[in-house]
């Protein structure tokens, strides 16, 4: 199982990526920051010896566990853009003009990247009594 320092490295490895793929992929952007967020949870479950095999897993945990509750109310927002960001299509459009219509750049950087992601991070550093993660984004 991996580690929390791993996790935690993970996802600071993901977001680094994120920052690299917004100017050319909002698609890819938005998935690496919905697994950036992933593996903070995981870290943060790691601390009760718990590791998910799934997302299912995973958002049953987020979901039921009373000082989850703040993380989940971010991390889904943030699994709902992933999902349409890897599966939605449409007629002709590709995954990426179909994020690019519905979100844009900006959004994907103001709510996906630096709310979500950045709440689950806050969040996440008090259980972890750490001071942050994820560095600022530029």
Known sequence: MPSRESHIATAV???ELA?????TSLAWCTTVSF??????VDAVLALENIHPENHHARTGHLKTKRN???IWKHYKPLY??????????GGDSSAE???QASLGRENVERQVINHFLKQVDASACRLL???KILTDWP
């Open 13 to 15: 490895d993901n977001f």
């Open 19 to 23: 920052k690299v793929l917004l100017p």
């Open 35 to 40: 697994y950036a967020a992933l593996h903070i």
């Open 68 to 70: 989850l509750q703040h």
């Open 80 to 89: 709902d853009h992933s999902r349409r960001a890897r599966y939605l299509m």
């Open 97 to 99: 003009a179909l994020i």
């Open 129 to 131: 009594s750490m001071e």
